[in-house]
């Protein structure tokens, strides 16, 4: 099993512009999260989906953000138009029904 | 509200030396469940254990122990005889038990990062 895969590892980007940040769950997890990991706040759920479905998006910071589930093996987090403070790592995770979370290796995200 | 709050931001010790990681956390959930994860120097996130609210008893895994309390809502983390390797952040995490959808937000605590010298 390959994991969580995220991509990409490493993005910079100039202010204003739009980021997309994307994530493959292991094969049959039922659930996919999105965390952001700051200095500052440490780990924030922002959103998770069970089963394609968006279940709690209120960590989600305000409307620049939002994620997407189209099928069972791909998410994304789009950020549009970005800011320095979006500026962290972003980790994505996915579970079965009843497991412990199992993390990407995450994309660090730089926007100046 | 759920909160985990892991009072030692950094700790630094000599190999071989055993050292104990603290993790205090508040919920008013009868069901609940605790969790350690390690992140090393490299990023990503490892998981180390899942423990249910109602199995007290404490766990032993290698160089890993954990001692889980209700009566002082702790559940800290000892690692016997330190290496270099055992060198990260460590975060323990909390997540509600009210049915299965409550049982998906992970709150972490602030992480320990853990220098192992030499």
């Known amino acids: 099993d390959a994991g969580v895969i995220q991509s990409p590892r490493h993005e910079v980007t100039e202010m204003g512009q739009e980021v997309t940040l994307r994530c493959k769950p292991i094969?049959?997890?039922?659930?996919l999260f999105w965390y952001r990991q700051t200095m500052m706040r440490g780990l924030e759920l922002l959103i998770y989906?069970?089963?394609?479905?968006?279940?709690?998006d209120s960590g989600m910071p305000e409307d620049r953000f939002s994620a997407k589930m189209p099928n069972a093996s791909f998410s994304t987090l789009k950020i549009q138009p970005s800011e320095p403070r979006d500026s962290a790592v972003y980790f994505c995770?996915?579970?079965?029904?009843?497991?412990?979370?199992?993390f990407g290796p995450g994309t660090r995200l730089t926007v100046l | 509200a759920q909160k985990v709050t892991q009072a030692q931001t950094e700790i630094s010790v000599v190999e071989k030396e055993d050292v104990t990681l603290d993790c205090v956390y508040e919920t008013r959930d009868t069901t609940y469940y605790l969790f350690w994860y390690k992140q090393p120097p490299s990023g990503e996130l490892v998981f180390l254990i899942r423990r249910n609210s109602f199995d007290e008893q404490n766990e032993i895994s290698g160089r890993y122990s954990w001692n889980f309390q209700k009566s002082t809502s702790s559940f800290n983390f000892t690692i016997t005889a330190s290496q270099v390797v055992d060198s990260a952040v460590y975060f323990c995490?909390?997540?509600?038990?009210?049915?299965?959808?409550?049982?998906?937000?992970?709150?972490f605590g602030q992480g320990t990062r853990l220098t192992i010298n030499p």
């Open positions: 995490a909390l997540s509600g038990g009210r049915g299965d959808q409550g049982a998906q937000k992970l709150v």
């Open positions: 094969s049959g997890h039922d659930y």
């Open positions: 995770a996915s579970r079965p029904l009843s497991d412990e979370q199992f």
């Open positions: 989906f069970n089963n394609n479905v968006p279940i709690d």
